[in-house]
């Protein structure tokens, strides 16, 4: 009991930490990586793995669901390392993110990558999703952008996504659901009072506080009047593998495939 609980003397470090996080999204995620040295091999960044290990276990699923005729939209793309990937599903690749900071970087790293290009855009601003990619309807990718908002900028997200899927396209999204408090999510990560891995620091000085997102959650942003779910089930989000001695950081999650409903259908 006493060994289970000797985890919460990190609190008051963690609060400490992350008092100086900006509270707007777009200025925190901004100056985030803005501040982002190194990617990809020892990255700064603690959702990069740095493989395409993760991509991988999708490829089933996004090949069973995803029209390979339709471009990708890769929103939450950070520094585009999906949104490269993504290349082997569709001929036309588009990542989306609210940094500034993050495009320019996913752009920088995507020199000489064919069929992949990038925009910053808030994507639960009104109507961020009209016109994205033209007349046509779109394919969607989402990794890990849900559990890091709130449940009105959640359905937000969703309802300009429907514009992007139109009839034809598909959504996929992976997100973390670790369930557990913020306390245990951080040690599951090898935080302890005597040190925190470089990357998860920088998260927890930098960005607001994660959630998680799972079946319930899908409930409330995706109800079943507007969405069809395809198939869901639970994945592994990989993280920076600097972020434990076995230098292999996996965190449970959860993921979905969904199809956009006629609202005026039936009426």
């Known amino acids: 009991m006493l060994s289970a609980l000797r985890k919460y003397l990190i609190l008051p470090k ?16 901004d100056r985030y990586w803005a501040g982002i040295a190194r990617t990809g091999a020892r990255s700064d960044v603690l959702w990069d793995s740095g493989t395409d290990h993760e991509l991988l276990a999708y490829r089933d699923v996004l090949r069973r669901h995803f029209d390979p005729s339709l471009p990708i939209v890769d929103v939450g793309c950070g520094h585009g390392a999906f949104s490269r990937a993504l290349t082997a599903y569709s001929p036309r690749v588009l990542g989306v993110d609210v940094s500034p900071h993050a495009v320019a970087r996913a752009s920088g790293e995507s020199a000489g990558v064919e069929g992949v290009s990038y925009l910053a855009r808030d994507m639960t601003g009104p109507g961020a999703g009209a016109g994205l990619v033209g007349s046509t309807d779109a394919n969607v990718f989402v ?50 009072l005597r040190s925190i891995p470089a990357p998860l620091e920088l998260a ?26 395809v198939e869901d089930g639970a994945a592994t989000i990989e993280t920076n593998p600097l972020m434990d001695a076995a230098g292999n950081s996996r965190v449970p999650g959860y993921f979905a495939v969904l199809k956009a409903k006629d609202p005026d259908a039936g009426r």
Do not use: C
């Open 14 to 29: 963690l609060i400490r930490l992350s008092w100086s996080a900006p509270k707007n999204r777009t200025v925190a995620w």
């Open 143 to 192: 990794r890990g952008v849900l559990h890091v908002l709130d449940a009105a900028n959640q359905a937000a997200l969703m309802e300009n996504l429907r514009q992007l899927v139109g009839a034809r396209g598909t959504v996929f999204l992976a997100e973390t659901n670790f369930q557990g408090n913020p306390v245990e999510y951080v040690s599951h990560l090898g935080a302890s």
């Open 204 to 229: 927890i000085r930098k960005l607001p506080m994660p959630g998680h997102f799972g079946p319930e959650e899908l409930a409330r942003a995706m109800p079943k009047d507007r969405w069809t779910l």
